[in-house]
């Protein structure tokens, strides 16, 4: 298996460990803010389901345009103005789970010439689909330590799970 290949099954399986990080929760529990960071557990399965549709938004604008540019998000606002506290958890996993394993399934039939094509991001600079997707898997795995964390400091911990293959 591909180096490249294996990065998109990591991509892929993150709908299955996402959905599997906020199982059993209360609502409560998903409203709490135990920490560490400020958000809650609903916060952020928001923030990863409105930052992976941007993502994919954003991987497709690399694909099928040239040069194009990639807008950057203020997770803060997007948080307080887009009132992510009252989001259904559920909801979001499976938004988020949908999502990637749409684009799995277009990055899957790219050729591998398209994972070094780039747009420009209005805050990191040029950006390679490759780079994106790279970007996309790790930004999973950090709020999942997090996510681990909280789940924790409420006394409902899970053996932790982070993206793996799916083959």
């Given at each position: ?11 892929a399986s993150g ?19 135990p920490g560490p ?99 996309y898997v790790n ?29």
């Amino acid at each position: 298996m591909s180096a490249l290949s294996s990065l998109i099954d990591r991509y892929a399986s993150g709908g299955a460990v996402l959905v599997y990080a906020v199982s059993n929760l209360t609502p409560e529990q998903e409203q709490a803010r135990p920490g560490p960071g400020a958000w809650s557990i609903a916060e952020l399965a928001a923030h990863l389901v409105d930052s992976d549709v941007l993502a994919g938004d954003r991987m497709k604008f690399v694909i099928a345009q040239p040069d194009p540019i990639l807008v950057g998000m203020d997770e803060t606002a997007w948080i307080s103005r887009l009132r992510s506290a009252e989001m259904p958890v559920s909801e979001a996993v499976n938004l988020f789970a949908a999502n990637r394993h749409w684009m799995a399934r277009v990055l899957r039939g790219c050729p591998e010439s398209d994972f070094a094509r780039a747009g420009q991001h209005t805050e990191r600079g040029r950006m390679t689909l490759a780079e994106l997707l790279t970007t996309y898997v790790n930004h999973l795995d950090h709020h999942l330590k997090f996510l681990y964390a909280k789940r924790a400091n409420l006394g409902v911990a899970l053996e932790p799970r982070y993206t793996y293959p799916t083959k």
